[in-house]
């Protein structure tokens, strides 16, 4: 391997991470599927939930959190925590309520919102959905959280030990 080819490796292999933050659309599903990351069975259902034990909630994420790869398995995204704040509106007029300003909620990140499909919601790596917005957390709830399709602001930040300990148990934890 060429000197150069391998100085460049190593830049890669040191850069460091930058935390993602800035506003995000939201919308809610509730299957309790394994999804991208692993979690779960195959046969379905998650062995824990997210949201009720440790008060954090599980969400699909649009792929530039996910992985700025677009990978669908064990993207770089996984077991990522994200601090999200409701700003109170919706992203247009027909297309939620908004909800409480001030609100927050934690979720860590154990899918992926492909935007083959989802292009309405989840934008492309350097895209936008289709309300302007370069980021989406499709929370897994099975009732609204802090409002109908808020949009949020949201800053990565570190996972409760609960939420780290039921990651543990997901595919993409290894």
Same mark, same amino acid.
Request: aromatic residues 12%; glycine residues 12%; contains cysteine.
């Given at each position: 391997m060429k000197s150069? @080819?391998?100085?460049?490796?190593? /830049?890669?292999?040191?850069?460091?991470?930058?935390?993602?933050? *800035?506003?995000?659309?939201? !919308?809610?599903?509730?299957?309790?599927?394994?999804?991208a990351c692993?979690?779960?069975?195959s046969s379905g259902a998650f062995s824990w939930q997210l949201g009720v034990a440790s008060g954090v909630? @599980?969400?699909a994420a649009s792929q /530039?959190?996910?992985?700025?790869?677009?990978?669908?398995?064990? *993207?770089?995204?996984?077991? !990522?925590?994200?601090?999200l704040t409701s700003t109170g509106s919706s992203p247009c007029q027909d297309c939620g309520t908004g909800g409480d300003a001030g609100q927050s909620i934690i979720v860590m990140v154990t899918n992926l919102c492909p935007n083959n499909g989802n292009a309405q919601w989840c934008p492309a790596v350097g895209g936008t959905n289709e309300y302007g917005y370069s980021y989406h957390f499709d929370i897994n709830a099975e009732s609204e959280v802090?409002?109908?399709?808020?949009?949020?602001?949201?800053?990565?930040?570190?996972?409760?030990?609960?939420?780290?300990?039921?990651?543990s148990q997901c595919v993409c934890a290894a």
């Open positions: 150069s @080819t391998l100085l460049a490796l190593l /830049a890669t292999a040191i850069t460091p991470i930058v935390a993602i933050s *800035g506003q995000a659309t939201t !919308t809610r599903y509730y299957d309790g599927l394994e999804g692993g979690c779960g069975t909630y @599980t969400a /530039a959190i996910y992985s700025s790869s677009g990978a669908t398995w064990c *993207g770089a995204g996984c077991g !990522t925590c994200y601090n802090f409002g109908d399709n808020v949009v949020v602001n949201f800053e990565e930040v570190a996972c409760p030990s609960a939420a780290v300990s039921d990651y």
